[in-house]
């Protein structure tokens, strides 16, 4: 059964930059697309982005010029950046595997991590 | 973007109750659209895909509908643990969009 665990900082200063880091375990890493999502508090779900284990990446575009997402295949994991923070970054991450065939529709998110609030403040 | 609005935003429900959730695309999306299910402090969790196929373990008691730009999601007799936020999503154009949540509350 595929697990995926997620960690990284959890309070940052503006204009400071997110890091995330989501590990897969249990399954094939290679034939599926990998996104970040995140989530407010007490707000709806936002797709960030998706990368596969060749590195092709598809980002959300009004996030699209601070966002970097990267894969390690060696150890199974990929990888958020998310540059010059704001309050408005403050959120709940999740990583989240792509089912379906996410290269152009169909795509479905199972499993999920685990989640990380990160928290924007001065 | 295609945007993706979801009614009733909250709903009050009994136990045994038939609940039914809307969810509506600003375009057609044909069949790609799937929904979740999100308890507080939890991931979300894969209830339905593709409209209509339950992922696996979901009980049956859930059920998707619809095509084009309308669907719905509907419980058919609720049962205690199904007290939680459903959210559907939308995969037919690469920018992955979610629906606002319908809470489902006693």
């Known amino acids: 059964q595929v697990q995926l665990k997620q960690w990284g900082a959890g309070l940052l200063k503006p204009s400071e930059t997110l890091s995330l880091t989501c590990a897969v375990y249990?399954?094939?890493?290679?034939?599926?697309?990998w996104s970040w999502i995140r989530q407010p508090p007490g707000k709806g779900l936002e797709w960030i982005g998706e990368i596969n284990h060749s590195g092709s990446t598809n980002y959300k575009p009004s996030l699209k010029s601070r966002v970097t997402i990267s894969v390690d295949t060696s150890k199974n994991q990929f990888s958020l950046k998310l540059t010059s923070v704001t309050a408005a970054d403050t959120a709940v991450y999740f990583c989240?595997?792509?089912?379906?065939?996410?290269?152009?529709?169909?795509?479905?998110?199972?499993?999920w991590g685990q989640g990380t609030l990160v928290t924007v403040s001065s | 973007d295609i945007q993706m609005t979801q009614s009733p935003s909250s709903l009050s429900a009994s136990v045994g109750d038939r609940v039914t959730i809307t969810c509506r695309a600003s375009?057609?999306?044909?069949?790609?659209l799937n929904w979740y299910q999100q308890k507080p402090g939890k991931a979300p969790r894969l209830l339905i895909y593709a409209v209509s196929s339950l992922q696996s373990g979901v009980p049956s008691r859930f059920s998707g509908r619809g095509s084009g730009t309308d669907f719905t999601l509907t419980i058919s007799s609720l049962q205690p643990e199904d007290f939680a936020t459903y959210y559907c999503?939308?995969?037919?154009?690469?920018?992955?969009?979610f629906g606002g949540g319908t809470k489902v509350e006693i």
């Open positions: 989240a595997r792509g089912l379906g065939n996410c290269t152009s529709t169909s795509c479905w998110f199972d499993p």
């Open positions: 375009q057609r999306i044909s069949s790609y």
């Open positions: 249990g399954g094939s890493f290679s034939n599926y697309y």
């Open positions: 999503q939308q995969s037919y154009s690469t920018l992955l969009t």
